[in-house]
Structure formats: structure tokens, C-alpha cells
């Protein structure tokens, strides 16, 4: 069974302090990676989808990463508008998958101005 | 090019009532899903759909229903409500099975009395 886990649960930060966000995972062949921004009372909006180990994708202050088993989402210098909650889910490759995403419970960031 | 929308935003049921969720993509996707998401859980998937009169089981499909009569519209209908299906309900699309973005309604929040 595709698991994902997330941690940590919450993340507080200053504006401007960069931190990491993880998911690791477990799927029976990974299709794809991918994280998603949810803001209070709004469905996720698609951030980034990584395919294999060693890949790397940007967007603003955002990086995210990919091992064998687990993905990053780096914040640097973050800005209060930054804060959401940051789902990661994976996609396997493997037939009968019903193209289903397994889904973590989520990352919680709060960045103080 | 409204994306997708789903109605109510809102609802309150007795148990043992019925009522349909309503979601309508206007991106010509062939793909369409529910979610549900509950306080400590991922998103996880109730039915889909991978075009006009082909759907199919998720997850967590009992007490649900669903129809996909068109390309735009796929319903989801709760037959006999249990405060168990109290939770946010995201209606999302994606251009194919394929695809790798999906793109998710506002959600519909169910309470269930």
C-alpha cells in the first residue's frame, strides 16, 4: 500500500528564516511527486510534480527535491504570504493504481511577519 | 474560465437524508474525482471518472454515488446521510487520466447531524 508522511506537522518560522518540509514515501514504483499548496478554506492548488531521484524544480522561494524515498520543499527568505498548508502526495507507476494520488496529512507553515 | 466549481459551499444534513454535490469544470477535462478530507487525515479519493459514462470506485466509495452524464458535470450524491461523511469535499479535474495536474474546486463543507 502507497504510503506518505509528512513532517512536521507545524512549522512556525520568522519571516526571512529558510527551512525544509519533508515527505517521505513508500509507493510500488513512483509515476510522479507532486506538492500542492492549500490556503484556509480553498481546495490545493498544484505546485511542482518531480519524477525521479535527483530532480529539482523552483518556483519563487520554493525548491523542491526528490530522493529514492523521500522529497524536500525548501523555503528560503519566507514572506507571511507564504503561509498554508503544503500537501505532498505520490502516484504509482504500477497498473491498477486507478490513477489515484495518495495523499499526507499536510505541513502546516506559519511564517510571522 | 471559471476552472472548477462546486455547490453548495455549505450544507447541513439530518441523518438519513439525501442531497447531490454539485461539480462543474468548464476546461474540457476528460478526468474528474472526489475527495474528502477529514481533521488529521490526507485527501482521500471517493469516486472518478475518466469520461462521460465511465466511473469507478476510490478509497472510500461506500455511502456515495455518482453519475458523469457529461463531460462538464460530475455529481456526487449522498444517498442516505451518516454523520461519518461529515467533512470538506474537493471536486477536482485534470485534462486526462494522465495528466499530471489536478485542479480542485473551492470544496464543499458537509455537516451531517
Known amino acids: 500500500e502507497d504510503q506518505v508522511t509528512q513532517s512536521p506537522e507545524a512549522l512556525r518560522l520568522q519571516e526571512g528564516e529558510s527551512s525544509s518540509l519533508n515527505c517521505s514515501y513508500t509507493?510500488?514504483?513512483?509515476?510522479?511527486l507532486f506538492w500542492y499548496r492549500q490556503d484556509p478554506g480553498k481546495g490545493p492548488e498544484f505546485l511542482f510534480t518531480?519524477?525521479?531521484a535527483g530532480e529539482e524544480k523552483e518556483k519563487e522561494r520554493l525548491k523542491a527535491t526528490l530522493t529514492k524515498k523521500e522529497s524536500f520543499l525548501h523555503i528560503t527568505a519566507p514572506k507571511p504570504e507564504d503561509s498554508a498548508t503544503y500537501l505532498c502526495?505520490?502516484?504509482?507507476?504500477?497498473?491498477?493504481?486507478?490513477?489515484?494520488?495518495?495523499f499526507g496529512k499536510g505541513t502546516l507553515l506559519t511564517v510571522n511577519p | 474560465n471559471a476552472g472548477v466549481t462546486q455547490t453548495p459551499k455549505f450544507q447541513v444534513l439530518k441523518t438519513g437524508q439525501s442531497m447531490t454535490l454539485q461539480c462543474a469544470q468548464d476546461m474540457n477535462h476528460e478526468y474528474m474525482s472526489w475527495y474528502r478530507q477529514d481533521p488529521g487525515m490526507g485527501l482521500r479519493l471517493i469516486h472518478y471518472?475518466?469520461?462521460?459514462?465511465?466511473?469507478d470506485q476510490g478509497e472510500v466509495p461506500n455511502g456515495y454515488n455518482v453519475s458523469r452524464s457529461t463531460t462538464e458535470d460530475f455529481p456526487l450524491r449522498l444517498l442516505s446521510a451518516a454523520p461519518s461523511q461529515t467533512s470538506v469535499y474537493f471536486c477536482?479535474?485534470?485534462?486526462?487520466?494522465?495528466?499530471?495536474?489536478?485542479?480542485f474546486g473551492a470544496g464543499s463543507r458537509l455537516t451531517v447531524l
Open positions: 518531480l519524477y525521479s
Open positions: 509507493v510500488s514504483g513512483l509515476r510522479g
Open positions: 471518472s475518466v469520461g462521460a459514462g465511465i466511473t
Open positions: 502526495a505520490v502516484q504509482a507507476s504500477s497498473g491498477g493504481s486507478n490513477y489515484k494520488l495518495t
Open positions: 477536482a479535474s485534470k485534462r486526462n487520466p494522465g495528466a499530471n495536474v489536478l485542479t
